[in-house]
Nanobody, 115 residues
């Protein structure tokens, strides 16, 4: 019902920055939460950050102080500004939308941090 499209991934050197974007389309109803997850091969997908309809924000301890989630409600978009990237941030990053039991996932965008 809700489709998500991510963009902005790529190769970046340690200490560098990237900005991911996620655009939602379809039938969007409040309240809803948007989030960023990431996953590496052989490991479970983990929650990186989320933002709720009321503006409540969560960050995983591993990214606090380095990543910033933001949104543009008019554009049905959510963004992830990633600074001070390190090799441990290498993963496929997925955008997530949730309204009660209705959940949608983006296709994912690869972020590789390497020198």
């Amino acid at each position: 019902q809700v489709q998500l499209v991510e963009s902005g991934g790529g190769l970046v050197q340690p200490g560098g920055s990237l900005r991911l974007s996620c655009v939602a389309s379809g039938r969007i109803f409040s309240p809803y939460t948007m989030a960023w997850y990431r996953q590496v091969p052989g490991k479970q997908r983990e929650l990186v950050t989320s933002i709720g309809s009321a503006g409540t924000i969560f960050y995983a301890d591993s990214v606090k102080g380095r990543f910033t989630i933001s949104r543009d409600i008019a554009k049905n978009s959510v963004y992830l500004q990633m600074n001070s990237l390190n090799a441990e941030d290498t993963a496929v990053y997925y955008c997530n939308y949730r309204q009660y039991s209705l959940i949608s996932w983006g296709q994912g965008t690869q972020v590789t941090v390497s020198s």
